[in-house]
């Protein structure tokens, strides 16, 4: 398969600059793999494609603001992006500069004293040291909300609540789980009262989520890092429902990459640590039955992902559709239910 298998033609007004007016405002496209058919819905009627026995599988990372502004001791102009966390001292990032910095440069961030060191450098990433208080801290007090880089203005008070889901609770994301932003504490209220069980596990979502596929051949493609926790309850609720032959139903990609890097030998198991898994079309899906989803970046690993569960032709024909009917493009966008 060639990346170019995987792209489109997306007029830009179609890129959502902003989110929504409310959470369930979005539009929902449902995709349904056996019969072919493509509905066109509001994420609003989301409930009426569950039923009491499924299993719903959230992703609890929380955004930290990830993009800095600082100088070299030169006066040189620098922006740095988190890559991600490595620990709270210490971070790989891209950093925009005139010149790349050496290790053993110092960045100071603008309006104030803190002072960042460069380590080293991977590839196209730098790690750096943060000093007292610490990365969280430091992000809290002088981070910028890090909104994609196809959202072409400044962060504004509004995205701090809106770049982030309600369910938000472990900090380590520089890109937010977007299928997430959709749902309100009305709605998971609402899934609870019918009886359906969800439950959490943490993916950190890095900036890598935004890269194309840089090789015409998607098998030589290097996929990026993310960390992510499985916590033993989810593992055990995930492996029940496999067993009984219940649909698990992923909310967002990042819980995909997830569940399906937990398996071990058939089974789902309590894990933590790095995936790197690449999922394109002829993967067999150990996990997942059902995918709440965005709409992804031309050539994207995301949108690979998705044409492996509901197959290129259903998902290049869904894609067109949502370009005939307007739909919105990408983190603040509209959803896909794929079935």
Not at 53 to 72: H, M, S, Y
Not at 78 to 91: F, K, N, P, Y
Not at 141 to 159: C, F, N, S, V
Not at 179 to 188: K, N, S, Y
């Amino acid at each position: 398969m060639k990346k170019s298998d995987f792209e489109y033609e997306l007029p830009e007004h179609l890129i959502a600059q902003t989110p929504p007016q409310d959470r369930q405002g979005a539009r929902l496209m449902v995709v349904h793999r056996e019969s072919q058919i493509i509905e066109h819905r509001l994420f609003s009627d989301f409930l009426e494609y569950l039923s009491p026995t499924d299993l719903l599988v959230f992703n609890n990372t929380k955004v930290i603001p990830a993009r800095f502004f600082g100088q070299k001791a030169s006066g040189g102009q620098v922006e740095i992006l988190l890559e991600r966390m490595i620990s709270d001292v210490t971070a790989l990032a891209q950093i925009r500069a005139s010149r790349a910095p050496k290790a053993g440069t110092v960045i100071t961030l603008a309006d104030s004293d803190t002072q960042v060191r460069v380590l080293g450098r991977e590839g196209r990433f730098f790690t750096l040291e943060f000093p007292s208080p610490g990365l969280s801290a430091i992000a809290a007090a002088e981070g910028q909300i890090p909104l994609p880089p196809y959202i072409k203005r400044a962060p504004a008070e509004l995205d701090a609540s809106r770049y982030q889901t309600v369910f938000a609770e472990r900090e380590g994301a520089v890109a937010a789980p977007t299928a997430g932003l959709h749902f309100d504490e009305p709605m998971l209220a609402a899934i609870d009262d019918l009886g359906i069980d969800r439950t959490m596990l943490t993916l950190h979502v890095g900036a890598g989520t935004f890269q194309p596929v840089q090789v015409d051949d998607i098998l030589q493609h290097q996929m990026h890092q993310e960390w992510f926790s499985l916590p033993p309850d989810t593992a055990s609720r995930v492996q029940a429902q496999s067993s009984r032959g219940h649909r698990v139903l992923a909310i967002g990609t990042t819980s995909v990459r997830a569940l399906e890097s937990a398996v071990v030998e058939g089974v789902v198991q309590s894990m933590q640590g790095e995936t790197q898994i690449f999922i394109y079309p002829g993967y067999e899906f150990k996990v997942i039955d059902r995918l709440i989803t965005n709409f992804h970046l031309p050539q994207s690993s995301l949108l690979m992902l998705i044409s492996a569960l509901a197959g290129k032709a259903l998902i290049r024909r869904a894609y067109q559709e949502a370009i005939d009917q307007e739909y919105r493009f990408f983190s603040y966008g509209d959803a896909m239910l794929i079935l």
